[in-house]
């Protein structure tokens, strides 16, 4: 009895501690927001001191991620606004507007007074009124440790004709969210799903919630039928019907005490308005089957409506957990979904072939373009050097050079420059990466930034591509950028906190590389060559360990064996299928 009543007495008394740290944990969380929302007004009054807007022309904006890039609905332009950047040690967060001239391939920054405050993961939704509005629900601002979180609930619209910001005030909208989406539908802007999270709890939603652009009025929508679990980050598009279609995303639940468990939602949903009313009511969920191939599983993919009535997916990542580790598997493919005939299909490049006609016209003709033909036919003063950035499966970012000697006859030539002109090809497309943003303009999908990690190392972009999605030929390189160029600060054993207000603010950050001593170590040997007829297995089980050993060498003693082996496959399946 003694025991028993010992071991009550304990239980109570462990009770009673677990609910004042509870307690405490709550105050804490609620001194963090507090402190936030502090650091938020502070650089809002900032931005109050600008009085007049300013348009300057400037390079390409700086790497972020988890942005916003839109087609401006009358001009030939695309606005991008806020982002994030991680250099190893601090998160900035952004709320600057820049906008890309389409025709002149040039940026130029909008400084415009009263802007939303600095955030990430927020949506964006561009509708033609009055000569095109912008509209910017929630998103987050994070601490510089990257540790805290306030969630934004507002509702913003930057009207582009006057170049002016305005704050909708209304009631009765969705909570305070980042990773929602929102779409713009039939004179509405209708929310769906997102998350909110503090430094000790989370949580994923699955709501809808309509915005009326007429009224200036929010409603929350109650859908008959079984809709999607909560998530957030999914595809979200409107058909030309005015349904909605959901699919994808992501959620995480906590199963135990500090151990969450990721999920990859790979449904997809229709929420359509049921009869001819208006009334919330009347909307309706219902399950999707899709035909064709749909997308691997994946997060952080990004989505964008292409012609003829497809949206798209590009890029994303798949983590796998080993034990206390998460490896990433980032993508560059890009999937369509056909509105209409309920498809997926994924994106297949058909490659440049008029410039392969171009070539064999010219070699018939003669008569025009001779002096092009000339130049195009003499042989290369020595070997031809083609340096290719291979990416593994794990996102390893590998750089390895080939030297394909010059052609002896003239026979051989025609071979070699296309040849040639494949490997060149095959090298013009965006990275792998996961949180880019996307945006399409007269049939032309634009992808900028995003990010990819090697090991525990984030590469934040700033580059630019573009795509023809009528044609589907090749990739165009826009803006340019080397990753291995950025900065990376290591974890410093001693957080600076007094530099937290600078890095939060959203300051220029360094483009310095501290670590190019090393990237060029062991390029100029020639890697071993493949024989005639010589098959892949072949090749691979002749040279495996050279491999091995060169994949070792870049990746470095540190990691493992599994991780090596990939790279060393990677680089082996790209030297191979370059040389044949």
């Known amino acids: 009895m003694g025991k028993k009543g010992k071991r009550e007495k304990k239980g109570k008394g462990a009770e009673k501690t677990a609910a004042k740290m509870e307690k405490k944990a709550s105050r804490r969380a609620k001194k963090e927001e507090e402190d936030l929302e502090a650091l938020i007004a502070e650089f809002q009054s900032l931005d109050a001191k600008k009085t007049q807007v300013i348009e300057s022309s400037c390079p390409p904006p700086s790497p972020r991620l988890n942005g916003s890039l839109s087609a401006h609905p009358e001009k030939d332009e695309l606005i991008l ?20 001239n389409i025709r002149k391939n040039s940026w130029s920054k909008l400084e415009i007074p009263n802007p939303p405050p600095r955030r990430c993961a927020h949506q964006a939704a561009v509708v033609p009124t009055a000569g095109g509005q912008l509209w910017v629900f929630g998103g987050e601002f994070a601490s510089p440790s990257g540790e805290q979180f306030y969630h934004y609930k507002d509702l913003w619209v930057l009207h582009l004709a006057t170049k002016t910001w305005e704050q909708i005030k209304a009631s009765g909208g969705p909570s305070g969210r980042s990773g929602h989406r929102m779409v713009a539908c039939k004179r509405q802007l209708i929310i769906f799903g997102g998350f909110h999270e503090s430094a000790r709890d989370y949580i994923y939603y699955n709501d809808v919630y309509a915005f009326n652009l007429d009224s200036f009025t929010w409603s929350k929508l109650a859908p008959l039928g079984i809709g999607p679990t909560p ?8 058909n030309p019907e005015g349904s909605i279609i959901i699919y994808g995303g992501y959620s995480k639940q906590r199963i135990k005490k500090d151990v969450d468990k990721g999920t990859l939602h ?14 919330e009511d009347k909307w309706a969920w219902s399950r999707l089957n899709p035909s064709g191939v749909k997308p691997t599983p994946r997060s952080g993919f990004s989505v964008a409506i292409g012609p003829n009535n497809r949206s798209l997916l590009f890029g994303g990542v798949h983590d796998e957990e080993e034990e206390e580790s ?33 070539r064999r016209r010219g070699r018939q003709a003669e008569a025009e373009g001779a002096s092009d033909e000339e130049i195009e036919k003499q042989p290369p003063q020595g070997p031809v ?13 590998m750089t390895i050079k080939q030297v394909i000697s010059g052609p002896a006859e003239e026979k051989e030539r025609s071979e070699s420059e296309e040849e040639e002109d494949g490997a060149l090809c095959q090298q013009v497309e965006p990275c792998p990466r996961s949180n880019a943003m996307l945006a399409v303009k007269h049939g032309v999908l634009y992808v900028y930034g995003g990010m990819f990690e090697v090991g525990d190392r984030q590469f934040t972009l700033s580059d630019l591509y573009s795509i023809d999605l009528h044609k589907m030929e090749e990739w165009k390189v826009l803006v340019e950028m080397d ?5 990376w600060l290591e974890e410093s054993e001693s957080d600076e906190e007094e530099d937290d207000k600078e890095g939060a603010e959203g300051g220029e950050e360094e483009q310095e590389s501290s ?20 098959s892949h297995a072949d090749y691979l089980a002749r040279t495996e360990q050279y491999w091995i050993k060169l994949a070792r060498s870049n990746v470095g ?23 044949v």
């Not at 997809?268 to 009334?279: D, I, N, Q, S």
């Not at 993508?331 to 440049?352: E, S, T, V």
């Not at 050097?385 to 970012?397: L, R, S």
């Not at 990753?483 to 900065?487: M, R, S």
């Open 81 to 100: 606004f806020g982002g994030e950047y991680f250099n190893g040690q601090k998160t900035y967060l952004y709320n600057d507007l820049y906008v890309y």
């Open 231 to 238: 998530r957030s980050g999914c595809q979200m598009v409107a």
């Open 266 to 279: 790979t449904d997809m949903f229709l929420l359509k308005v049921e009869g001819a009313g208006k009334e």
């Open 326 to 358: 998460i490896e990433g598997d980032f993508f560059n493919d890009i999937y369509f979904y056909d509105l209409r005939k309920n498809r997926w299909f994924p994106g297949q490049l058909k490659g440049p072939k008029s410039e392969k006609r171009k």
């Open 385 to 397: 050097e083609i340096v290719k950035e291979v990416v593994a499966e794990d996102g390893t970012v």
């Open 483 to 487: 990753p291995k160029a950025q900065e």
């Open 515 to 534: 670590e190019e001593e090393s990237e060029d170590e062991g390029e100029e040997e020639l890697h071993p060559s493949v024989q005639l007829d010589e």
């Open 557 to 579: 003693p540190e990691a493992k064996e599994k991780k090596v082996v990939k790279v060393a496959l990677a680089m082996a399946k790209t030297f191979y299928e370059d040389s």
